[in-house]
Structures are given as structure tokens and as C-alpha cells.
């Protein structure tokens, strides 16, 4: 069976470990960025099947990180990526899919039980 791996690009410590322990239990094979920059350089030299990223981070934000992703692509040619977002943003996610996002978590609004659902199924369409 292949493991999936997924990134999880997050600055909030509490919110990071939730995601990461909720996606292990699930048999994820789970990598963690603090900063935008640390995850650019992830994206760009390991290969993950999803990419949850946040949009509010220190260093490089989620929208600056898709437009890298532009110039310099992902490793992974055929990798989702989800971006985390807070209510009430919807010019900056309108933003995010323009640049090649392919779906949103509002972080607020979701159970645990929700995120690994939405999570299975951005991983069974890609």
C-alpha cells in the first residue's frame, strides 16, 4: 500500500501537532513546516501527495509560497494543495486557487472528523 505523504505548513504550534497526530492516526506519512520559507524548501525537494498550507505565516506567507511554486514548481508534478484559512477570507482563497490551489479548510469551522474527510478526498482525486 502506498503511504501518502503529506506536509503540513502551519506557525501555530497547537494547531500543527493537532493535524499531524489526527493524519498519523489515519496511516499518513506526515511532515510539519513552521515558516514559509522552510516549506517552500520542502515543496521544492520532497515529494508529497498533499500540501495543507496555511495562509498566515511568518517569514513567507501562503500566497507568496503558491506564487514561488509558480517560478520554481513543486517536486511532486501532480501534489495537491489545500489551503488553511480562517473565515472571511475570501478574496485572499479566490487569490489561492488562481494560483493553483486546489481546495480550502476554514480552520475554525471544521471538526476532526470533518478534516479527514475533506482531507481523503482531495487525496482520492488527485
Same mark, same amino acid.
Do not use: W
Given at each position: 500500500?502506498?503511504? /501518502? &505523504? =503529506?506536509?503540513?505548513? +502551519?506557525? #501555530?504550534?497547537? %494547531? ?24 517552500? /524548501? &520542502? =515543496?521544492?525537494?520532497? +515529494?508529497? #501527495?498533499?500540501? %495543507? ?74
Amino acid at each position: 500500500m502506498n503511504m /501518502k &505523504k =503529506i506536509l503540513i505548513v +502551519e506557525d #501555530d504550534q497547537f %494547531l500543527r501537532e493537532f493535524y499531524q497526530e489526527l493524519l498519523q492516526s489515519e496511516g499518513y506519512v506526515i511532515d510539519a513546516a513552521a515558516d514559509g520559507e522552510i516549506a517552500l /524548501k &520542502k =515543496i521544492q525537494e520532497l +515529494e508529497f #501527495d498533499l500540501i %495543507l498550507l496555511d495562509i498566515m505565516l511568518p517569514k513567507k506567507d501562503g500566497v507568496q509560497i503558491l506564487r514561488d511554486l509558480k517560478v520554481t514548481p513543486a517536486k511532486s508534478a501532480h501534489c495537491s494543495i489545500v489551503v488553511l484559512t480562517n473565515l472571511g477570507q475570501d478574496a485572499v482563497i479566490k487569490q489561492c486557487f488562481d494560483l493553483g490551489a486546489t481546495g480550502y479548510l476554514i480552520k475554525s469551522a471544521l471538526s476532526p472528523d470533518q478534516v479527514l474527510t475533506e482531507i481523503h478526498s482531495y487525496l482520492n482525486a488527485s
